[in-house]
């Protein structure tokens, strides 16, 4: 049982070039989320999933799309990458119902943009 | 909308000191908590939850957050912190939507505890 892993660890882009990140998770979990981690801003949501093909905006979706092809990915796309996205990209994913559902993260996706 | 307010970005203790890691939030319904904790260069693990009932909760490591409803506060605590403590802790908070269900998390922006022999 791996959790949730991500691909790559480390990228680095040059201004206005484009990339994927992968996701994935075994745990068979409904929900799934994209989060950027800046210094001193805390995690912030890009994108998040509560189903295979269905995706929704967080609070800081710009210059971000994502696809749910399949319940166990979650894809993050950049299509023209920009300084102000050098960040670190955590994915979790979550089993919902009512009540309390923790989330599981990933290890992290290091980007540098120049 | 709800936020949440960590007052400290940094909290620098000598080992074997007590420490409390301040944890505020704004929301007018009903709220889960949680503190979660980034070791360096890792993802980030939950390190304990207020769901309801009791409100001291308490982490397999020592550490403790009592919530305060009537302050909105979360703080954590540990009576006696060790050199394996040093990471960054954040505090999450999620509301209850209308029936129950879970919203998404609302992160604080950090506070970076480190631990000094």
């Known amino acids: 049982n791996a959790g949730v892993t991500q691909t790559p660890k480390f990228r680095v882009l040059k201004t206005g070039q484009s990339m994927t990140l992968l996701c994935a998770q075994d745990?068979?979990?409904?929900?799934m989320y994209w989060y950027r981690q800046d210094p001193g801003m805390g995690l912030r949501l890009i994108h998040y999933?509560?189903?295979?093909?269905?995706?929704a905006k967080g609070e800081v979706p710009d210059g971000y799309n994502v696809s749910r092809l399949k319940k166990q990915n979650f894809l993050l796309g950049l299509e023209s990458a920009a300084p102000s996205q050098t960040s670190v990209y955590f994915c979790?994913?979550?089993?919902?119902?009512?009540?309390?559902?923790?989330?599981?993260f990933g290890p992290g996706t290091r980007l540098t943009v120049t | 909308a709800q936020s949440v307010t960590q007052l400290d970005s940094q909290v620098p203790v000598f080992e074997e000191a007590p420490v409390e890691l301040r944890c505020n939030y704004s929301?007018?319904?009903?709220?889960?908590l949680f503190w979660y904790v980034q070791y360096p260069n890792q993802g980030l693990q939950l390190l304990l939850k207020?769901?309801?009932?009791?409100?001291l909760v308490e982490s397999i490591n020592g550490f403790e957050a009592e919530f305060n409803k009537s302050q909105t506060s979360f703080h954590l605590r540990k009576p006696s912190v060790h050199i394996s403590d040093t990471a960054e802790y954040f505090c999450?908070?999620?509301?209850?939507?209308?029936?129950?269900?879970?919203?998404?998390?609302?992160f604080g922006k950090g506070t970076k505890l480190s631990v000094k022999p």
């Open positions: 999933s509560v189903g295979e093909g269905t995706t």
């Open positions: 999450a908070v999620s509301v209850l939507n209308y029936g129950g269900s879970q919203g998404n998390l609302i």
């Open positions: 979790a994913s979550s089993y919902p119902g009512t009540g309390y559902h923790e989330q599981y």
């Open positions: 929301s007018s319904v009903s709220v889960y």
């Open positions: 207020y769901l309801s009932g009791s409100t």
């Open positions: 745990m068979n979990h409904e929900y």
